[in-house]
């Protein structure tokens, strides 16, 4: 199985601050990997496909980039709304695997 | 939009099976093109990927959990179901349904249905 590897697993951060997630593959996805949202209690929502395509009704203050084996997520200007826990996950394989996932707190 | 919505029991006695359902609306499975997968969340923990289902009746399973889970499709109900026999305490977990158009990722989930192994 294709291992994604998260970091930091956790952080603190004010609004208004850039925030950068990265996420390592155990091998080459080439651009197979996306991130997603999850707040507590809510199902995990998809904001980036294709390791830097936004989907649909996200907001442009999240961006993503890498392609290989390194992956990065950026939020350039946190919003109160942003607090919650993001996962990568890879798609290259068909054994579908996630990231531990980077839980952002308010500083 | 297309909606998806688990169902099924929420306390499972250890041993016995798990069953559960998620039923599609606003669009049909028997359309193709997408992947219709189960994914487990363990309480305070991260994703695990159970296995997916194609309307056709294809399906591919985590090797993690293989042994024991079935998923199946139910074109006429719109539906499509989990099976997760000989469960454990290990299995108590949220369980979501989710959708992905063929090679991508999941863009459409279930609100989610906590199920909990216990006597």
């Known amino acids: 199985a294709i291992r994604m590897t998260q970091s930091p697993s956790s952080l603190s951060a004010s609004t208004g601050d850039r925030v950068t997630i990265t996420c390592r593959a155990s091998q080459g996805i080439s651009s197979y990997l996306a991130w997603y949202q999850q707040k507590p209690g809510k199902a995990p929502k998809l904001l980036i496909y294709?390791?830097?395509t936004l989907q649909s009704g996200v907001p442009s203050r999240f961006s993503g980039s890498g392609s290989g084996t390194d992956f990065t997520l950026t939020i350039s200007c946190l919003q109160s709304e942003d607090f919650a826990t993001y996962y990568c996950?890879?798609?290259?394989?068909?054994?579908?695997?996630f990231g531990g996932g980077t839980k952002v707190e308010i500083k | 939009q297309v909606q998806l919505q688990e169902s099924g029991p929420g306390l499972v006695k250890p041993s016995q099976t798990l069953s559960l359902t998620c039923t599609v609306s606003g669009g049909s499975i028997s359309s193709g093109g997408y992947y219709w997968s189960w994914i487990r969340q363990h309480p305070g923990k991260g994703l695990e990927w159970i296995g997916y289902?194609?309307?056709?009746?294809?399906?591919y399973y985590n090797p993690s959990l293989k042994s024991r889970v079935t998923i199946s499709v139910d074109t006429s109900k719109n539906q499509f179901s989990l099976k997760l026999s000989s469960v454990t305490a290990a299995d108590t977990a949220v369980y979501y349904c989710?959708?992905?158009?063929?090679?991508?990722?999941?863009?459409?989930w279930g609100q989610g249905t906590m199920v909990t192994v216990s006597s």
């Open positions: 996950q890879q798609y290259y394989s068909y054994l579908l695997t």
């Open positions: 294709a390791a830097s």
């Open positions: 989710a959708r992905a158009p063929d090679h991508n990722a999941f863009d459409i």
């Open positions: 289902i194609y309307y056709s009746g294809s399906t």
